[in-house]
């Protein structure tokens, strides 16, 4: 109940292209959804990130779609660019008053060609 | 902020021997993590600790793994004895609120 499912596991688009990285979850309780974005070598780094009081959040280039019936979020990279080449993972969490943890999907490796 | 500082980046150990990895967190963050990342596995927590208590150590793989954190601003976490299964790319994060945890560069470990 725990697991947050991400598709696809690898995507390439062209230059200019639409990415679209989906991810499903079971509990119900995950109330913090974000978005992480991981170059190699680095660390994973805080891309963004939604609450399921919200249907949409856009940032620059970068929306998170969320649909709280179906237990669905995905990230779209609009005008996607060579330097958007990177590894993403969507996350989840819940409010827990004994702490605060995030559960990872399995990450998308996406490539964009020039 | 440096942001989320581990050390080493890189570390290659023969099995058997004892692994120290380190990790200096953001200040005034509450919240510190430890995570292995690996190809087959992708990331996995082990332990993370609230105000250096730690609240959840379920993902330690085996007694072999030890973590701690004696203050606000330095954590350990110790593989002993190392085995080459235990090859992967550790991070440290931290954080102040649920989900907004910042990563460290990671620690790339070799046991051969």
């Known amino acids: 109940q725990q697991q947050v499912k991400q598709s696809p596991q690898s995507l390439i688009v062209q230059k200019g292209g639409i990415s679209i990285i989906n991810c499903a979850y079971e509990n119900t309780a995950f109330d913090y959804f974000p978005w992480y974005q991981q170059f190699p070598g680095k660390g994973p780094a805080l891309l963004i990130a939604?609450?399921?009081?919200?249907s949409e959040k856009k940032e620059g280039r970068f929306t998170i779609s969320f649909n709280k019936s179906a237990k669905q979020f995905s990230l779209h990279i609009m005008d996607s660019q060579p330097g958007d080449s990177a590894t993403y993972f969507c996350?989840?969490?819940?409010?827990?008053?004994?702490?605060?943890?995030?559960?990872f999907g399995e990450g998308t490796q996406l490539t964009v060609n020039p | 902020d440096a942001g989320v500082i581990q050390s080493p980046r890189h570390e290659v150990t023969e099995m058997g021997q004892e692994v120290t990895l380190r990790c200096k967190p953001i200040s005034g963050h509450d919240y510190l993590f430890w995570y292995r990342q690996t190809m087959m596995r992708g990331l996995e927590l082990l332990i993370y600790?609230?105000?250096?208590?730690?609240?959840?150590d379920s993902g330690m793989p085996e007694d072999r793994f030890s973590a701690k954190m004696p203050n606000a601003s330095f954590s350990t976490l110790k593989i002993q004895p190392s085995e080459p299964r235990d090859s992967a790319v550790y991070f440290c994060?931290?954080?102040?609120?649920?989900?907004?945890?910042?990563f460290g560069q990671g620690t790339r470990l070799t046991v051969v």
């Open positions: 996350a989840a969490s819940t409010k827990e008053t004994s702490g605060s943890r995030l559960t």
């Open positions: 994060a931290s954080s102040l609120i649920v989900g907004s945890a910042f």
């Open positions: 600790f609230n105000n250096n208590v730690p609240i959840d």
């Open positions: 939604i609450r399921p009081d919200v």
